[in-house]
């Protein structure tokens, strides 16, 4: 009968031998056998790290709230694997009884657990937790700043940019980059001088991703700052500027041009690619030199380009 089955799993669990506490826990995953979770709980304080683990994912397939307190404080555990079997399990937590812990467990004292507290708020479409997240944004810790911007841009809000937008200087670099992405899911809401600054960040990555996210913005003020972007000292940044550029059909190929003879071959390709997007017809004589590139992806981005500006010319006269 299943209720002397589960009777019995209870009284291995609390076995002194821990590879009889494993097993228990096992055969109660395979057997979907409703263990009480007070049975539970005390097993994630386990001295065994398998035992604890085991737990862990047996609570989740449960998905009693009320093991979340416990599941929370897990997520910092000292076994890697058992932290992040925890910070998995909380996001299977969606329903509406779930809340008020996940909104507790925001004031826990390791920064790891507020930051998987956050990702499972992603799920939750509610005002509460939307507030919430706005409220982490100013943490201490840059993890858990960068947990909430990117929960905060899956609701894709423009009522949070107010509260976004001051993370573009954020002390964290990789903070201000994803910020970057954030706030250019807004073109016709944020002007690209917006921007601006973080073309001139310390860091490349951040004035990789502003080259990136001024593609959003056709206007003449994000060509101008794309073109600033050029004179960028590093190449990956200059080629998502170019990049960009084409994407946007910007009408500067005599800016782009110079870029076709540049030493690094993708950035070779990224001009060519843009020229055929602008349709530069100026341009077909340095493209045609470029078939005869010692990089093959040079060479297929220069005939690419060529079919292109041919194909735009010969509708436009026709």
């Known amino acids: 009968m299943p209720e002397l089955k589960t009777e019995s799993l209870i009284s291995r669990l609390r076995s002194e031998d821990a590879a009889e506490r494993r097993f228990a826990l ?8 409703e263990i009480p979770v007070k049975e539970l709980l005390p097993l994630l304080h386990d001295e065994d790290a398998v035992v ?16 979340l307190p416990e599941l929370i404080n897990a997520t910092s555990d000292e076994n890697t ?13 969606r329903t509406p009884d779930a809340l008020p812990f996940l909104l507790t467990g925001l004031g826990h004292s390791h920064a790891e657990t507020r930051a998987a507290v956050i990702v499972a708020l992603r799920e939750f479409r509610d005002a509460e937790a939307a507030e919430a997240l706005r409220k982490a944004l100013k943490d201490d810790s840059p993890t858990v700043r960068r947990e909430a911007l990117i929960a905060l841009a899956y609701l894709r809000d423009a009522d949070h940019l107010s509260a976004i937008w001051p993370l573009l200087k954020d002390p964290n670099a990789d903070v201000r980059r994803i910020t970057v992405g954030v706030v250019s899911f807004f073109p016709d809401l944020v002007p690209a001088s917006e921007l601006s600054g973080t073309l001139c960040d310390s860091d490349w990555q951040v004035r990789k991703e502003a080259a990136i996210a001024l593609s959003r913005f056709h206007s003449d003020e994000a060509t101008a700052l794309l073109v600033r972007a050029l004179e960028d000292e590093y190449w990956q940044v200059l080629k998502e500027a170019i990049q960009s550029l084409g994407k946007s059909r910007a009408k500067v190929p005599h800016h782009i041009r110079p870029y076709l003879s540049h030493a690094v071959a993708d950035v070779r390709i990224a001009s060519a690619a843009a020229l055929g997007e602008i349709g530069a017809a100026e341009c077909l004589g340095d493209l045609k030199s470029l078939l005869e590139d010692q990089d093959t992806g040079v ?9 292109q500006i041919t ?6 006269s026709s």
């Open 52 to 67: 604890r683990r085991l737990t862990v994912g047996l609570l989740e397939e449960f998905g009693n709230a009320e093991a």
């Open 26 to 33: 096992a055969e109660a995953s395979e057997g979907f056998y």
């Open 311 to 316: 194909s735009t010319s010969s509708r436009t």
């Open 299 to 307: 060479q297929k981005a220069a005939r690419r380009a060529l079919e």
């Open 81 to 93: 694997a058992v932290a992040e079997a925890a910070q998995t399990a909380l996001r299977e937590f």
